[in-house]
C-alpha cells in the first residue's frame, strides 16, 4: 500500500488552495465545489493533499498548535530563498535550523497558521 493523500480542514479551503498553488507550484487535481469546497492538490510527485472545510468538526487552531505536532513540509533547492518568497507572499518563519550534515530547514506559518516546513535536504529522503 501508498500513500494517497495528508487532508487539513481549514476555514477558506479557496483561499488556502488558491496560496498554495500560487506559492508551493501545486496544482488542482481535483475539485468539490459542494459545501465542503474540497480541493486536492498535487505536486509534481505523487504526493497530495486535500483541502476542505467540513463544518461537522472544528477546524483545528493550526496557529496554537507548535508545529512539531503537525507540519507540511515541501522540499526545496534553495531554503532561504523560498522562505523569503513564501515571507513575501505572507508567510511567517517560526525557526530556522541547520543540521550537521548540511541540511537548512526553515519552519514557517502560512496565512492561516498550518506550520509549513522548507526542507532544503543535504541528501534526500528517498
Request: net charge negative; hydrophobic share 45%.
Amino acid at each position: 500500500m501508498i500513500l494517497e493523500h495528508f487532508a487539513f480542514n481549514v476555514a477558506d479551503p479557496v483561499a488556502v488552495a488558491a496560496w498554495y498553488c500560487e506559492h508551493c507550484g501545486l496544482r488542482v487535481v481535483r475539485h468539490a465545489p459542494e459545501r465542503a469546497q474540497t480541493h486536492f492538490l498535487a505536486d509534481d510527485g505523487a504526493t497530495v493533499i486535500e483541502i476542505y472545510c467540513n463544518p461537522p468538526d472544528n477546524v483545528p487552531d493550526y496557529g496554537s498548535m507548535h508545529p512539531l505536532l503537525l507540519h507540511l513540509a515541501i522540499k526545496s533547492s534553495d531554503a532561504l530563498a523560498d522562505s523569503k518568497r513564501l515571507a513575501a507572499a505572507g508567510a511567517t518563519v517560526v525557526e530556522e535550523v541547520r543540521l550537521d550534515d548540511g541540511s537548512h530547514l526553515v519552519m514557517m506559518r502560512d496565512p492561516w497558521g498550518l506550520a509549513l516546513q522548507v526542507c532544503q535536504r543535504a541528501t534526500s529522503l528517498v
